[in-house]
T-cell receptor
Framework: KAGVTQTPRYLIKTRGQQVTLSCSPISGHRSVSWYQQTPGQGLQFLFEYFSETQRNKGNFPGRFSGRQFSNSRSEMNVSTLELGDSALYLC???????????FGQGTRLTVV | GEDVEQSLFLSVREGDSSVINCTYTDSSSTYLYWYKQEPGAGLQLLTYIFSNMDMKQDQRLTVLLNKKDKHLSLRIADTQTGDSAIYFCAESRTGRRALTFGSGTRLQVQP
């Protein structure tokens, strides 16, 4: 079966702009989580959605937001981009919660 | 301090066994995981162990959990050059639907 699909794979944005990243989970999975990976901070949890509801949120500013649609696809949005938002953004899907979470290839965001 | 700690680097020769270690601080950790990340790629779930287990074996991979010392290890038997990657230890706990990752151990396999 198809894995987790993240689009786009690469993005270059300018400071102050906003960006939307997309994640299509594995068919049948209802939980989608987002993580940010940077060389300095490592892998950090952003938020988790289940059946269109945000169930858990990490310690990120309100500029980072997300949503989940009825088909379990999820988007995350970052507004007013800062240089420090440059990172690999990873999406993970699972049936329920973090156990057996499968990750996508990630979206590499560069803010210039 | 860090919730999950790993050493940064390990170098082994092809054919040898690799042992990657991880320590965690939260005794309420429910599941412990090992993920692999190759350059330019996402994370691949290798294996995971429930906190009431001591050991889990899956082909070349053996996970050992010492809950008393909060120590987790991943042994890769007959390490191959294709095993060169960064290995992340992670934990999750009841009620917090998120993974907490270590900083990753870069495994270099010398031919």
């Amino acid at each position: 079966k198809a894995g987790v699909t993240q689009t786009p794979r690469y993005l270059i944005k300018t400071r102050g702009q906003q960006v939307t990243l997309s994640c299509s989970p594995i068919s049948g999975h209802r939980s989608v989580s987002w993580y940010q990976q940077t060389p300095g901070q490592g892998l950090q949890f952003l938020f988790e959605y289940f059946s269109e509801t945000q169930r858990n949120k990490g310690n990120f500013p309100g500029r980072f937001s997300g949503r989940q649609f009825s088909n379990s696809r999820s988007e995350m949005n970052v507004s007013t981009l800062e240089l420090g938002d440059s990172a690999l953004y990873l999406c993970a899907s699972s049936f329920e919660g973090p156990t057996e979470a499968f990750f996508g290839q990630g979206t590499r965001l560069t803010v210039v | 301090g860090e919730d999950v700690e790993q050493s940064l680097f390990l170098s082994v020769r092809e054919g040898d066994s690799s042992v990657i270690n991880c320590t965690y601080t939260d005794s309420s950790s429910t599941y412990l995981y090992w993920y692999k990340q190759e350059p330019g790629a996402g994370l691949q779930l290798l294996t995971y162990i429930f906190s009431n287990m001591d050991m889990k074996q899956d082909q070349r991979l053996t996970v050992l959990l010492n809950k008393k010392d909060k120590h987790l290890s991943l042994r890769i038997a007959d390490t191959q050059t294709g095993d060169s990657a960064i290995y992340f230890c992670a934990e999750s706990r009841t009620g917090r639907r998120a993974l907490t990752f270590g900083s990753g151990t870069r495994l270099q396999v010398q031919p």
